[in-house]
């Protein structure tokens, strides 16, 4: 029987097709990776809960309020943004000791040993509806800023490296006992009226 | 001259082409809405995708049709917030179970709306116990961004 001979297919065309493909995939592709400041939102309130307040006292609230005019109060003083990151800082360390800023609780932290912090401090943030997205999320930002900032400053201290560099769950934990993320919005009012 | 064999070209050509069908995700929606996100500087990257649900909110697209006033985009329509809680709950019956508590919500929020109707949405979410947000930003200097209006 005579061997038939294989016949070679002619791939000249695979470029060609896989070219098309390969444009249709650069087109449909979105490389957009989705960027963001996260958060959590606090649980709705029950009903019966409504009406309790909170009772914390004055000096452990750093009021932040931004009205419709995109015009920040800070503890009742005007202020501008770019001053909010040093003075929210200022706020959770107080590291002078004064007596308008909150008070100082001596703190056995693992790692850290027994540190003065300001357990109790809240910061409490409230916009008015007329607020621009744009300005409350460079408030929030600012407030995030100074947080990590110090987390950053603490973390470097002790162990070396920056926060969001650690590993150890641990330390983890040590560096957010000492500078925990305590930023409340407040429920939703109007400020400066309309 | 010998003329260079282009025989390998395919490989080549395959081999990009298996890079983008790895790290494509295809567009979701289709917005209906015009977003400039704002800028932050204290972002974190969204790790699983298949975890997040977007909201977006701005003005619309086709202003002659649907006016300048900013709307909320689910999916591919326009929605009130009392529908939020439907969508998120729609969402989480479409997750794996031991996943849910994973879900995000991803608010594309354009930088100029008035944070009155970002307030509704975010009641709704609490409502409907998404608390995980996101607010979708650039990454670069806020205050910068912000005196220079954008």
Redesign the interface.
Known sequence: MAKREIQEIN?GS??DI??L??IF??V????D????????????PEEKQQDEKVDVKERNIFVVLVN?DDKLLVEGEQMD??DLRQATKNFILNPYDEPDLPVKEIVDVPFFGPMELTTKHVISLQ????????????V???L??AI?DLRDEFSLRKFGVRYDDLEDQDKIAAVETVVPRKVSEAE?RNIGGK | MAAISTASLPDIVFMLLFFFMVTTVMREVELRVDIAAPTASEVKKLEDKALVSYIYIGKPTNKKVFGTVPRIQLNDSFAEPEQIRDFVAAKREATDENKRSKMTVSLKIDGNTEMGIVTDVKQELRKASALKINYSTFEGDAIEALKAGR
């Open positions: 791939a695979m470029a896989a070219f493909l390969l995939f650069l449909s592709t979105t490389m990776t989705d960027m963001g400041i996260i958060t959590k939102l606090p649980p709705m419709r943004i770019k916009n008015d509806r007329g607020t621009s997205y744009k300005m409350y999320i460079a929030q930002n600012e995030n800023a990590n939703p």
